[in-house]
């Protein structure tokens, strides 16, 4: 954003769209990860004056921007999700410009002159132009504008302190002539100008500048200003150096406690945190202490960290290092009171123990009377709650807190608390830490060690166990180790220490046993969770399946207590909220869970779950052509709330990878029928949305589901759904075995409906062969069978097939009205899938009849539709269609966009489309 709204991939600029999106873009990455409602959107963009069509021309931008983060960043870890009233950019925040420039500005602060002038100009070096350019000045964010500002000047005192004057002169003069009432800028060009010799010049500026500001502002000169004038007139020379740093000595005859423990041998990585803890320290505004909470999951370092960062911050803290254990978590002693802990400091400080008050009121006003006027560092480490801390705040500034703790402490946060949560190590940093124990891999292992640190999820404490094992039982190869963790049966046992009651389940173990009963019974549910997220939908649908079901009557009043129950786990960090009601867990916690276990088989129950959530998600897509109906039935189930497409879209997004992890969980249980109906249903998301592997693997599920089943009509609708993904990708010929088949099974049942979606298929696939004659007439017998049947769908897709088969005889003439009454029927049933692509249909017959207008008017409405909706590979071809229409008008450089767009969009889909589409643009540019 420190300059044209893009992307740089490697040496690459990649830029979206136009203005419009761009802007869009801007206003997201302005607020990264927080939601942006789309009323925002519109009102910034058109100025509170947005067009009738603003809402959709905004999903249109969506649609598109989402498309071209997927070229931007193909790992897809960055992406726009749709969050109730608008979008949230999920991303990295460091991987936005104007973070780096704040984080290398706050990391300048308090260090040497030489390290602050490198950093700074690392910063001032991310800008490229003025900020936000290339968006029409839709956006505004004066914020940047002024962190330049601040970039500069920090960077500008840190080379004056390093005796740089005579290099900044000219560039000072050229910032104060733009911004002539930036004082600290005059302030700088004066104090250059001084200690160059230039005394004279350094008094006008100051002049120039003192005589505006009355002029035009009716001010005087702030009182630093005016200090540095007084300075120079008497020819202060103290000026020609730059000021020592101050240090605070510690007091005399007062004990300097160090109580940190030893920092833990082998600590590997951790410099984002690391330097997270620098920023407290540096960023207290000096009228308060320093506090910093690191928060995390069992085993994830938080202690570790504390001790390494005090240690090597040792130096900061003249005034001593006091350390307490809080004991929050331990199952065998209670946490250790606010009373105790400030006796101990009391001692530690140099008090004696007969003048340590009894009152925990006076305790406390003691030890805070004691730090009021020290440089020193105070580590909380296990904390229970906020509660248990807060008596053990300095109330002065000088000092720093540093806590730790397994829930989150959001109380602290009124106290004026900065949050951390700790994650799991990076896959190379965890490697590390194995690597310390156990030595560097040999050559042909480095695969095997990645592998064992996957299988330790990357936490700390599980890569130590690892690595020790590794160490302590030699006779264990590591291709051993490996087998055993790969068994989800032995993993856990795997990772503990013998003989020492330490190892990954004695660490889940404590926090386990801190919950209450719900939270315990929705930990064990938790458990029978095949796909790697959960929402509080899920789980109310579990608690009341469960034989110790909470009693929570309504469906509202259990999702609202389940959501309660995940987000106290969440609290603990047994599971992540990762999104508005999504909850992760990591893959230890999971198999902890799992041998809780709930002691009932509740795999039905989730499956069933999935199937009215995915039907009524797969509603709002397109019309639904069988004749499986979860969403109007089941009112037992709680229900999602998703209203309209762009919901259900975003709906099956999130919830697809637990979509095939119940389809396959359920396929290996026996569960067959409920297998093949949920691949049915999801195979309606993913004809929207189309994407070969996935929609392959779930649909093959289904089929083998099916007849396994022994479910004739759920055989017939699968092979349909693979018939038409075939299809989708240009492979009709292939549909062929499928569909006889499936003609013949719906034949028997006598099933007019399914015959008429056989005899379709069979007929695309003749027509894939181009045997047009025999395609014509099983088309005009599935027509019949539909309107038998009262199908609509049915009939609005065949009078589609029959207009192509007509326009491939040579009579494209003759296949205007069927193809204009199938655009009426989908419109009638609400397809808007097939709506945009029979008008697709119908501007390419239009423009193989030489009418133009009419041709371009319905490639522009498909292309809006697909757009809207998302329609991927409807808007790839509607474009083809009007880059020919406009190719034709004379006007190639639109077709070329066109073109381009159209190539975009089949990639993305993996369409073998695109190969035509890349040779098109390239007999286009010939023909120029």
């Not at 998600?617 to 639904?624: D, E, I, N, Q, S």
Request: charged share 25%; aromatic share 4%; proline share 5%.
């Amino acid at each position: 954003m420190l300059g044209p709204v893009c992307a740089l991939v490697g040496e690459n600029t990649l830029v979206p769209g136009g203005p419009g999106l761009r802007g869009m873009l801007a206003m997201l990455l302005l607020e990264p990860n927080q939601v942006v409602s789309v009323e925002r959107v519109m009102d910034v963009l058109w100025d509170h004056e947005p067009p009738a069509t603003a809402r959709t021309i905004v999903q249109g931008y969506v649609s598109r921007l989402r498309r071209w983060m997927s070229t931007v960043d193909p790992t897809r870890e960055t992406r726009i999700q749709t969050s109730g009233p608008g979008y949230r950019l999920v991303v990295d925040e460091a991987r936005i410009d104007v973070a780096l420039a704040r984080e290398l500005l706050a990391a300048s602060r308090g260090r040497p002159a030489a390290e602050r002038a490198e950093l700074l100009a690392r910063a001032q070096g991310l800008w490229r132009g003025p900020e936000l350019s290339g968006i029409g000045g839709r956006v505004r964010a004066p914020e940047l504008a002024e962190l330049r500002l601040t970039v500069l000047e920090a960077r500008i005192d840190a080379d004056l302190e390093l005796g740089r004057h005579d290099e900044v002169i000219g560039e000072l003069a050229a910032l104060v002539d733009t911004h002539p009432f930036r004082e600290h800028l005059v302030g700088q060009l004066a104090l250059a100008l001084y200690r160059s010799g230039r005394r004279a010049a350094a008094l006008e500026i100051y002049q120039r500048f003192a005589h505006r500001a009355a002029r035009e502002l009716g001010l005087d000169p702030g009182p630093g200003l005016r200090e540095l004038h007084s300075r120079i007139l008497r020819d202060d020379t103290a000026l020609l150096q730059s000021r020592p740093p101050a240090v605070v000595a510690p007091r005399v005859g007062v004990l300097t406690p160090a109580q940190l423990p030893a920092a833990p041998s082998g600590f590997t990585g951790r410099e984002p945190d690391l330097g997270w803890l620098d920023d407290v320290r540096l960023g207290a505004d000096g009228t308060a202490p320093a506090i910093g909470v690191l928060v995390g999951p069992a085993g994830v370092g938080k202690s570790a960290l504390a001790v390494v960062w005090g240690t090597r911050a040792a130096g900061e803290f003249p005034d001593g290092r006091l350390y307490a254990a809080l004991r929050g978590f331990d199952p065998d002693h209670e946490p250790v009171e606010p009373a105790e802990v400030l006796a101990r400091f009391l001692l530690a400080l140099g008090v004696a123990a007969e003048h340590i008050p009894e009152d925990l009121t006076e305790r406390v006003t003691f030890y805070r009377s004691l730090l009021a006027d020290r440089r020193l560092l105070v580590v909380l480490d296990d904390a229970r709650d906020s509660d248990q801390v807060r008596p053990l705040l300095p109330g002065a500034p000088g000092a720093m807190v540093l806590v730790t703790s397994r829930r989150r402490l959001d109380g602290l946060v009124t106290d004026g608390a900065a949050l951390r949560v700790l994650d799991t190590l990076p896959p190379e940093e965890a490697e590390a830490v194995i690597a310390h124990a156990a030595g560097p891999p040999a050559a042909d292992e480095r695969d095997l060690r990645a592998r064992l640190a996957k299988l330790c999820g990357h936490l700390p404490l599980a890569l130590r166990i690892a690595g020790a094992r590794l160490v302590v039982s030699p006779q264990w190869s590591l291709q051993e180790l490996v087998d055993e963790l790969a068994d989800e049966h032995t993993r856990l046992s795997a990772l503990r220490v013998q003989d020492v009651d330490t190892g990954v389940r004695a660490a889940l173990d404590l926090t386990y046993g801190g919950l209450d009963a719900a939270q315990a019974e929705a930990l064990r549910l938790l458990g029978a969770v095949p796909g790697p997220t959960v929402g509080p939908h899920l789980l109310a649908t579990m608690v009341a399946r469960c034989p110790h079901d909470s009693a929570v009557a309504g469906e509202d009043d259990r999702v609202a207590a389940a959501r309660d129950w995940l987000r106290a786990l969440a609290a603990l960090f047994l599971v992540t909220e990762t999104d508005l009601d999504v909850f992760g867990m990591h893959d230890l916690v999971r198999l902890y869970a799992r041998e809780l276990g709930p002691d009932v088989d509740l795999l039905p129950v989730v499956l069933r779950y999935y199937l009215v959530a995915a039907d009524i998600a797969r509603r709002h897509l397109r019309a639904v052509a069988d004749d499986l109906d979860y969403a109007d039935g089941h009112q037992d189930v709680p229900r999602p709330r998703i209203a309209g497409r762009e919901e259900a879209l975003a709906w099956f997004e999130r919830e697809w990878p637990n979509l095939i992890a119940a389809a396959e969980a359920g396929a290996k249980a026996g569960l067959h029928t409920e297998v093949w109906q949920l691949a049915r249903m999801a195979g309606d998301f993913r004809r929207v949305r189309s994407r070969r592997d996935d929609w392959e693997h779930v649909l093959r599920l289904g089929l083998e589901s099916a007849r396994s089943a022994g479910d004739r009509r759920g055989e017939v609708l699968m092979r349909l759904s693979r018939c038409v993904l075939l299809t989708r990708f240009d492979q009709e010929d292939e549909t062929v075995a499928d569909a006889e088949r499936a003609v013949a099974i719906a034949t028997e049942l006598r099933d007019s409906k399914l015959m008429a979606m056989g005899f379709n298929t069979v007929a695309g696939a003749l027509y894939g062969q181009k045997r047009y004659g025999e395609a014509l007439a099983g088309y005009r017998k599935a027509l019949e069978l539909s309107g038998r049947a009262g199908y609509r769908l049915g009939e609005a897709n065949l009078l589609n097939n029959i207009a192509q088969v007509h326009r491939n005889l040579g009579s494209p003439s003759e296949a205007v009205g069927p193809q204009a009454q199938a655009v009426a029927i989908f419109r009638e049933v609400g397809d808007h899938g097939f709506v945009g692509h029979a008008l697709a249909n119908l501007a390419e017959l239009e423009h193989e009849l030489d009418l133009a207008e009419a041709a371009e008017l319905h490639a522009r409405e498909a292309i809006a539709t697909a757009e809207a909706h998302g329609l991927d590979l409807t808007e790839a071809f509607a474009r083809e269609v009007l880059a020919r229409v406009l190719r034709d008008r004379g006007d190639v450089g639109a077709a070329r966009v066109e073109l381009t767009l159209a190539l975009e969009l089949y990639r993305l889909v993996q369409s073998p489309a695109a190969d035509a589409v890349q040779a098109g643009l390239a007999a286009l540019s010939k023909d120029v």
